[in-house]
Structures are given as structure tokens and as C-alpha cells.
């Protein structure tokens, strides 16, 4: 079952194609907005509301993430880092790839930090992808990465299925994006988190409660089904979503990291991410009442988390859908 598309489409304003390339690879134009970024490399925001702390600081480097940790520890590290994976065609580009080993020396220091600033009962989820191409490469070596970090515990590999895939003639078309979940410690785990909006149709499971023949509908704590470990309710962000930003290739659901924080965390909580890309981390802990600490080591993308939160309490919308986030350069 397939979740129905829910947004508002303002046809008067125009075509409705995003208005910025992808910034980092927008060449001149990112030479234009840099200007407009308050942050340098090295910088911190502090929210004015006293909720968040924005960076723009290296992931890799154990000095500026203890710095914008304030020697606080997080619930939660939710970590979306680039994949070392060429996707895309001749009319939208790549990723960027290195060598493997650099880029799990790399990934190695990034996750030394994210242990070093997880509380003592926290979790960590790290969305990852596969290079079929490659031996499936970094998926599995990261999973083996992973197991030099006794500290961490192996809880589940989720499967989130983009409604939307990379087609393709000579394969299966590729609609899924993993995600891999640790535990620290003995942390929280809200399950309630997990129900989706897809109802339940299918009875059967039948056993006595109490002296009564019971079916699995009657019995269960909710009408609708639970998320399980494959995501099949989330829908791929695209141009015509209100959460959409321009100019941010890959972009989270906004839906998908607020699951991962709601099952994960309490009200009050720190959430650290340190890929901030679009600021999806930082919208999802505003609407759920988290602190969040989130950097990325490109002012640009800095900057874009900041004025999405600005825009969100401005406005109440997540995103700009094909709109500029830099309005002064549109």
C-alpha cells in the first residue's frame, strides 16, 4: 500500500520546477551565496529561542564536535553521511566516490566522535547505501566497520522504500535506501512511535483472552500497522512537497526522521546530527520538542538549515518546495 501524496500546489506562482541547482556542485552561483552564509568554517549558531546549535565544523574532527556539543552528551546521533556512491545519469550528475579505504577512514573517525558524544543509554542510526556495481560496497563495509566499536550494539537494518526508484531496463529498479540502528547502553525505546497511517485489514491470529476467542484486530494497541523494519509509508521528497529545499541532492523525509527521533528519544532531549545538509534533523526536533546540534562542514548547507528553521516559525511550512532558499539571488 502506497501512502496518497499530501501537498498544496500553488499553480499561479509560475513553472513548478526548482529554481536552484544542487549546491554543491552549483559552481558560480554557490560564489554568490557564500556571501550571504553567516557562518564560516569553524562558526557556531546559537538559537536565539535557546533550543539549537547549527556549525559549520568537520565530523572527522573530535575538537569541533566536543565544541558544539558544549560537553553535553546526545540520546540520539542520526547520522545521513555521504554514500562514496555515483548515482544519477548524464542530465543530473554524481555523487562524489574515493578510494574505499578513505572512505572508511573517514567514516571510522566520524563514528569515534559520535560514540565519544552519545550519552551512556543513547542510540545511533546511520542511513547508508550500496553500490551494486561495487560488491555493494560501503553498505557491508560499514556493517563490518561498525563491529570495532564494542560500545555499540547491533539492533536492526531498516529498509526505507522510495515510492519513487532510479529506473532502470537491465535491473530491478532501485527504491530502497538502508539504515542502521545501534544502541548504547540500554536506551529508550518508544514503540508507539512506530504505527503508521496504513490501516489494518487482515484478521487472523486467532487465540483466548480471558475465556474469549480473540482475532489479532481485537487484540492489537492500534487500528493502524506498525512501521516493522521496512518503510513502505514514506514518501521520496520531491519538488512539488512543501518540504522539498532546492538545491539539496538525496534529501531525508521529514516523515522518516521524525520516527527515528519519536521512537528514540524524549521531549527535552539532545539529537545530534553532523550532516545537516537540508536541516530535516533540526525541522523534526522543533516540531517534537528535541534540542538539536547539527553541523555540516559546507557554509552553504549551514546556512540553509538556519533559514528553514526561520522559515518554519515564521510560517509553519518545512521546506520551499521549487522555490530558492536564497530569494536575494533567485
Known sequence: MEQALLFEV?????????????????????????PLCRLAPGDVWEDPMGAHRVGVLDATAAGDVGRIMGGEKAALVVNDPPYNIIVGNKSSGG??????????????????????????????????????????????????LMRDFPELRSRNIITMRNQRGYGTQKNWMWVRQELLYYMKGSPLFNVDAEYTDIPKILKGYYKKVGGKKTENLERGRSPFIRAGNVWVDVQQVFYRMEENVPGCYAQKPLKAIERIIAASSRPGDIVADFFAHSGTTLIAGERLGRRIVTFDNDPIFAEITIRRLEQYRKTGKTGWQWQSPFPEVD
Request: hydrophobic fraction near 40%.
Open 10 to 34: 500553488d499553480e499561479s506562482v509560475g513553472p513548478t520546477t526548482e529554481r536552484v541547482p544542487r549546491m554543491d556542485l552549483a559552481g558560480e552561483l554557490r560564489d554568490t551565496i557564500l
Open 95 to 144: 555523487l562524489f566516490k574515493v578510494k574505499l579505504q578513505n572512505y572508511l577512514e573517514f567514516s571510522r573517525r566520524w563514528i569515534e566522535n559520535a560514540v565519544d558524544n552519545l550519552g551512556d543509554d543513547a542510540s545511533l542510526y546511520v542511513w547508508i547505501g550500496a553500490d551494486h556495481e561495487g560488491g555493494f560496497q560501503p553498505l557491508a563495509d560499514i556493517i563490518i
